[in-house]
């Protein structure tokens, strides 16, 4: 399995970024796909996720800014982030688990500033 995410950059606050996440070595629109971020010395938090049916879910602080998508053709997982605030700075990373084992794709960058 490999996860190979990208799109992130430095941005304004109130502007928008889309991360992507290519994938393989399993089909996203089966596996649980997530996205969690870092930010400078705080814990590794989850921020979205969805599922094979296609529910999302997001934690609070994104809810009505940030959308989880996914393209099948692709096998590519997105996150839309729109409203960019300063707190939403950190690395951004895709996460899958298959037969029980938690993958991680190489994180990306997302720098808001004010």
């Known amino acids: 399995v490999q996860l190979q995410a990208s799109g992130g950059g430095l941005v304004q606050a109130g502007g928008s970024l889309r991360l992507s996440c290519a994938a393989s070595g399993i089909r996203v629109v089966i596996n649980v796909m997530g996205w969690h971020r870092q930010a400078p010395g705080k814990q590794r938090e989850p921020v979205a996720s969805?599922?094979?049916?296609?529910?999302?879910n997001y934690t609070d602080s994104v809810k009505g800014r940030f959308t989880v998508s996914r393209d099948y053709a692709k096998n590519t997982v997105y996150l839309q982030m729109n409203s960019l605030r300063p707190e939403d700075t950190g690395v951004y990373y895709c996460?899958?688990?298959?037969?029980?084992?938690?993958?991680w794709g190489k994180g990306t960058q997302v720098t808001v500033s004010s």
């Open positions: 996460t899958t688990t298959r037969q029980g084992r938690r993958y």
């Open positions: 969805i599922i094979s049916g296609g529910t999302t």
